[in-house]
C-alpha cells in the first residue's frame, strides 16, 4: 500500500451543489483548480454530480484526485457503478463504502481492485453518529485506508474515539460537512471578532471553520461543498499553514456557539 498522508489540505464536496448542471460544474471545478483544489469528493447517490465532475474535469483530469463511492446493496450494483466511474474518470484514487452500505460484502471485490492497481485506497463513510461503533469495527479490520466523517465545532463525536483509531492505525481522515451542511456558515462573526485569527492568515468565517477543522493533526482532507465559482479559492486558502494552536480554535468554537 502506497504512502497514506493525503493532506492536510482543502477539497471540494459535490452533494447539494451542481448536481447534473454541467455548466455549474464546469464553473466550480475550473474554480477550484484554479485554487489549487485537487481533491473531490462524489458519489453515485449525488444526482449526476459524478458525470458533471467527470466533464468538467475533462483535460485535467490528471490534476485531480478523484474521491467517490459505491453506494449499493449488491455487489452486482456496485459493481455497475465502479463500470460507470472508470467511464467516467478512467481510475478511482479513492473508493470509499458510502454510509457503511453492505460493506462486507463490497469489501472483497474492492480489495481486489486496489491490489490490480485500479484504485488507490479503500474507504468508508457515514455521516450519523449512531454508527461509528461500526465504523470503529471496521477500521480494525485494518482493510481500509481512508475513512470519511462529520466534524465540525457542532459536531465532535469523532473525538471520542474515531479520529484517535484512524490516527493510531494510520487511516486518512476526509472531514464531510465542515460547515454542518451550512448551517455553521448563515451567519458570521464580526471582523473584530474573526481579529486575533488574521495571522494565520483567516479572513472570513467559512476560513476559520475549515481551519478549525485541518489544524486537528489526525485530519487530512476537508470538503466543502459550494455551487458557487467565487468560493472556491476563499476555501482553499484556508488549507494553508500556519495552523492554529488550541487557543485560536478554542476562540472559533466559541464563536460557533
Ligand atoms: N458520506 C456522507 O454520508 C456524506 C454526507 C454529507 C456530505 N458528504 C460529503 O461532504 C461534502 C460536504 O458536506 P455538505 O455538502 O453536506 O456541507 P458543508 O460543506 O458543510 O456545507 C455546504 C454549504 O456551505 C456553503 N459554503 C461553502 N463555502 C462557503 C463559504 N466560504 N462561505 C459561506 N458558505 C459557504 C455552501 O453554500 P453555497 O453553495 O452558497 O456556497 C453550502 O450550502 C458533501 O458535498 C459531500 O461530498 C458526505
Known amino acids: 500500500m502506497e504512502e497514506r498522508r493525503l493532506g492536510p489540505v482543502v477539497g471540494l464536496g459535490t452533494w447539494n451543489t451542481f448536481g447534473s448542471d454541467a455548466a455549474l460544474a ?4 475550473s474554480a477550484a483548480l484554479a485554487a489549487g483544489i485537487r481533491v473531490f469528493d462524489s458519489s453515485p447517490m449525488y444526482r449526476g454530480a459524478e458525470a458533471s465532475l467527470a466533464a468538467a474535469l475533462a483535460t485535467r483530469r490528471d490534476e485531480a484526485t478523484i474521491a467517490t463511492k459505491i453506494w449499493a446493496d449488491s455487489t452486482a450494483e456496485g459493481r455497475e457503478q465502479y463500470r460507470r466511474q472508470r467511464e467516467w474518470f478512467g481510475r478511482v484514487e479513492i473508493e470509499q463504502i458510502h454510509n457503511l452500505a453492505a460493506w462486507r460484502a463490497q469489501l472483497g471485490w ?15 463513510t457515514h455521516y450519523a453518529s449512531t454508527r461509528f ?3 470503529a469495527d471496521a477500521l480494525r479490520t485494518q482493510r481500509f485506508d481512508v475513512v470519511q466523517l462529520p466534524y465540525n465545532p457542532h459536531e465532535r463525536e469523532v473525538e471520542r474515539e474515531l479520529l484517535p483509531l484512524a490516527a493510531e492505525l494510520g487511516i486518512a481522515v476526509i472531514v464531510m460537512r465542515p460547515f454542518g451542511e451550512g448551517e455553521l456558515v448563515r451567519r458570521s462573526p464580526s471582523a473584530h471578532d474573526l481579529a486575533p485569527l488574521r495571522a494565520f492568515g483567516v479572513e472570513t468565517w467559512g476560513q476559520a471553520l475549515l481551519k478549525w477543522v ?19 479559492a476563499e476555501n ?22
Not at 482553499?236 to 456557539?257: D, I, M, N, Q
Request: charged share 40%.
Open 110 to 124: 474492492l480489495e481486489e481492485e486496489r491490489k490490480e492497481g485500479r484504485i488507490d485506497k479503500l474507504g468508508l
Open 26 to 29: 464546469g464553473g466550480v471545478v
Open 236 to 257: 482553499a486558502a484556508a488549507g494553508r499553514p500556519p495552523w492554529f494552536g488550541a487557543e485560536e480554535r478554542a476562540l472559533v468554537e466559541r464563536l460557533a456557539a
Open 133 to 135: 461503533d461500526e465504523i
Open 214 to 232: 485541518l489544524s486537528d493533526e489526525r485530519v487530512d482532507v476537508a470538503i466543502p461543498a459550494t455551487s458557487r465559482p467565487e468560493r472556491p
